[in-house]
């Protein structure tokens, strides 16, 4: 069973930068065009990746194009994919962490770092469109 020993070590492997803010709980800064920084936890019996996303907010009106892109952009993901927290969209993946070795782990990272940067330019003009939208419709009225 992988413990926080090793997912420590295996942080250490990758070569990135990375915080523990808690027991069980480490940032990781990963390299890359977008740089968002990667939230692993350990909650047993599961290891955790989330990277927070953005905020939808309460004046996007449209927000049917955004989900069917997320929807789609998810058929891309091995091992991580979108999805809502209240308001929030976040990049989330979870392994079992009685199984988890370096390979998985790094897999998981790779994956999230690459959706990063290969869907951020498809998903960011279709953030907040609808308050962007309404502005429009105001300044022409």
């Not at 250490?12 to 523990?20: A, R, S, T, V």
């Not at 091992?79 to 209240?86: D, I, K, T, W």
């Not at 003009?125 to 429009?136: F, Q, S, T, V």
Request: charged share 20%.
């Amino acid at each position: 069973m992988a413990s926080h020993d090793e997912v420590d070590s295996y942080l250490i492997k990758m070569g990135l930068p990375y915080e523990q803010v808690s027991e069980g709980t480490w940032v990781v800064h990963p390299e890359g065009e977008h740089r968002a920084t990667i939230g692993v936890t350990i909650e047993a019996p599961i290891v955790l990746f989330s990277i927070p996303m953005f905020e939808l907010a309460a004046t996007d009106t449209q927000r049917e194009p955004l989900f069917r892109a997320l929807l789609e952009l998810n058929a891309d993901l091995l091992h991580s994919s979108y999805r809502l927290e209240g308001d929030r969209v976040v990049l989330t993946g979870a392994q079992q962490l009685e199984n988890l070795d370096f390979n998985e782990f790094q897999a998981m990272v790779d994956d999230m770092c690459i959706a990063l940067d290969n869907h951020i330019d498809r998903i960011a003009p279709l953030i907040h469109r609808g308050a962007h939208n309404a502005a429009a419709a105001e300044g022409s009225a």
